[in-house]
């Protein structure tokens, strides 16, 4: 079982800049796959960017490539979203999730473990 917690959602202005942060318990963490998605009011969770645990791949949404960047530390059991240049649009809720295995998962359904969200917004 992994437990997620995500932090450091706030408030921030159009361009700026925002990371996130995913910190995880559970065993065998290293060896999950992590992505992020986002809900924005009335709208579907979507896809946003996921890393590989072996060999540190990552894989983004067309919305946020060139602006976001995921990364994760092993070694603290915490994975990590840098937002760049972020937008109105990038106002949403954010959740980090996890799963075992090597594939690149972009689909809600496919993610085993998830974490409560943190607010982003961002403001015009």
């Known amino acids: 079982q992994v437990q997620l917690v995500e932090s450091g959602g706030r408030m921030v202005q159009a361009g700026g800049s925002l990371r996130l942060s995913c910190a995880a318990s559970?065993?065998?963490?290293?060896?999950?796959?992590v992505g992020w998605f986002r809900q924005a009011p009335g709208e579907e969770r979507e896809f946003v960017a996921v890393?590989?645990?072996?060999?540190?791949?990552?894989y983004y949404s067309d919305s946020v490539k060139g602006r976001f960047t995921i990364s994760r530390d092993n070694a603290k059991n915490t994975a990590y979203l840098q937002m760049n240049s972020m937008k109105p649009e990038d106002t949403a809720v954010y959740y980090c999730?996890?799963?075992?295995?090597?594939?690149?998962?972009?689909?809600?359904?496919?993610?085993?473990?998830w974490g409560q969200g943190t607010q982003v917004t961002v403001s015009s």
């Open positions: 999730a996890a799963r075992s295995g090597l594939a690149y998962y972009s689909t809600v359904p496919q993610y085993d473990y």
């Open positions: 559970g065993p065998a963490f290293s060896t999950y796959a």
């Open positions: 890393i590989a645990w072996n060999d540190g791949t990552t």
